[in-house]
C-alpha cells in the first residue's frame, strides 16, 4: 500500500468528520449513540487550523487520520480514525507511528490517550498500556469509561 501521510488540511473537515463518523460505526453501537457522539466527530474547519493534523492518503483520497495536541505537558493522540475497509491492513499502525515520531520531535517524553474499548488491543501492540479510566454518563443504563493509555517516548 502507497500511503502518503500529510498535513491536514482545513478544507478537509468535512471529509475527515465522515472518516471518524464511518470508523466510530464499525464498531456496532447503537444508532442513537452514534447520533448523540456525532458532534463530537464532526469536525469545523478552524479545528485544523488550531490542532496538529495529519492524514493518511491512498490513491488521493484521505482513509484515516489523526490529531495530536498536548494534555498535562504530554502528547496526546485526540483522534485516530480509519475508513472501516482499511481497519487491520497497516493504516493505523502507520498513523499512529507517525504520531509517536512527531510527538518526539515536538519533545514530549510520554504519549497518552483516551482509547475507544475497541481499540485497546491496537494500541497495546503499539506499546501503550493502560494507566487508568476516564468515566463517562452511563448510556442505557450501561455504565461507559474509556481507557487512558500511556507510553514513554
Known amino acids: 500500500m502507497n500511503l502518503q501521510i500529510l498535513r491536514a ?3 478537509q473537515a468535512n471529509e475527515l468528520s465522515r472518516i471518524a463518523l464511518a470508523a466510530k460505526a464499525h464498531w456496532g453501537y447503537p444508532k442513537h449513540w452514534l447520533e448523540i457522539w456525532a458532534p463530537q466527530l464532526t469536525f469545523r474547519p478552524a479545528y485544523f487550523e488550531e490542532n496538529e493534523g495529519w492524514v493518511a492518503i491512498l490513491n488521493e483520497k484521505p482513509i484515516g487520520f489523526y490529531t495530536l495536541q ?3 505537558g504530554n502528547a496526546s493522540i485526540e483522534n485516530l480514525w480509519v475508513l472501516p475497509e482499511f481497519i487491520g491492513k497497516g493504516v493505523g ?3 499512529f507511528l507517525h504520531a509517536v515520531e512527531r510527538s518526539r520531535q515536538r519533545g514530549y517524553e510520554t504519549l497518552q490517550l483516551e482509547a475507544d474499548p475497541n481499540a485497546v488491543g491496537f494500541y ?3 506499546g501503550m498500556h493502560k494507566i487508568g479510566e ?7 443504563c450501561q455504565p461507559r469509561s474509556l481507557p487512558i493509555m500511556e507510553m514513554k517516548l
Do not use: G, S, V
Open 124 to 126: 497495546e501492540k503499539m
Open 134 to 140: 476516564q468515566r463517562y454518563p452511563e448510556m442505557d
Open 70 to 72: 498536548e494534555a498535562n
Open 9 to 11: 488540511a482545513p478544507e
Open 93 to 95: 499502525k502507520t498513523l
